[in-house]
């Protein structure tokens, strides 16, 4: 079982904004990171750290962070945004990675 | 640029073993670690564990103890896992990662299907 925990799936109209959560007591001491998954490929990291973003991820795509909760918000969806997040951090021992399940976006 | 280049699909009956490749360039391999992901058909990611590039020492996560081994080649830069004695449902996309203070590059994954 996950310690992070993520709502299966979520769905959102194009061009509005939607926010995907990533659940744990771990996020009280750690960042969540995120990875955006296509149906085939690799994860690819979308930001991390306090709203880090790498080069070409666009800055539509940010995070904010309260208590055990992280959250990526996607501002204005465009159809590529559709795919699979998967946030991930360290546990609550500090010295393994754990991700959450996974929150299919489907875009509308 | 940074390339994590994994060996290609396998396919393999229950309990034999295989051994994966992943290839690193781009970078200086010893200063990231290199963790292992798994991902079954359909569903999320899975840590499995990293080994340190500059020791060789693995570390597995719960569940990826005694069938599953991590180990270098740093004279070519390259990480393996090896997983012995395979049951069906090791059938999964397995991903090597490069990480210092968080997963970044990630290879593109092999697929090993476990099937008689």
């Known amino acids: 079982s996950s310690e992070l925990t993520q709502d299966p799936a979520v769905s959102v109209a194009l061009g509005q904004t939607v926010s995907i959560t990533c659940q744990g007591d771990?996020?009280?001491?750690?960042?969540a990171n995120w990875y955006q998954q296509k149906p085939g490929q690799a994860p690819v990291r979308v930001i991390f750290?306090?709203?880090i973003r790498p080069s070409g991820i666009p800055d539509r795509f940010s995070v904010s962070s309260s208590g055990d909760t992280g959250s990526l918000t996607i501002t204005g969806v465009h159809a590529e945004d559709e795919a699979d997040y998967f946030c991930?951090?360290?546990?609550?021992?500090?010295?393994?990675?754990?991700f959450g399940g996974g929150t299919k976006l489907t875009v509308l | 640029q940074v390339q994590l280049v994994q060996s290609g699909s396998e396919l393999k009956k229950p309990g034999a073993s295989v051994k994966l490749s992943c290839r690193t360039s781009?970078?200086?391999?010893?200063?990231?670690?290199i963790n292992w992901v798994r991902q079954a058909p359909g569903q999320g990611l899975e840590w499995m564990g990293w080994?340190?590039?500059?020791?060789?020492?693995?570390t597995y996560a719960q569940g990826f103890t005694g069938r599953f081994v991590f180990s270098l080649d740093t004279s070519i830069r390259t990480a393996y896992l090896q997983i012995i004695s395979l049951k069906p449902e090791d059938t999964a996309v397995y991903y090597c990662?490069?990480?210092?203070?968080?997963?970044?590059?990630w290879g593109q994954g092999t697929l090993v299907t476990v099937s008689s």
């Open positions: 080994i340190n590039t500059r020791t060789g020492n693995p």
């Open positions: 750290g306090k709203n």
């Open positions: 781009g970078y200086i391999f010893d200063n990231f670690g």
């Open positions: 991930s951090s360290t546990d609550s021992s500090g010295n393994h990675v754990v």
């Open positions: 771990s996020l009280r001491s750690y960042y």
């Open positions: 990662v490069r990480k210092k203070d968080l997963l970044d590059y």
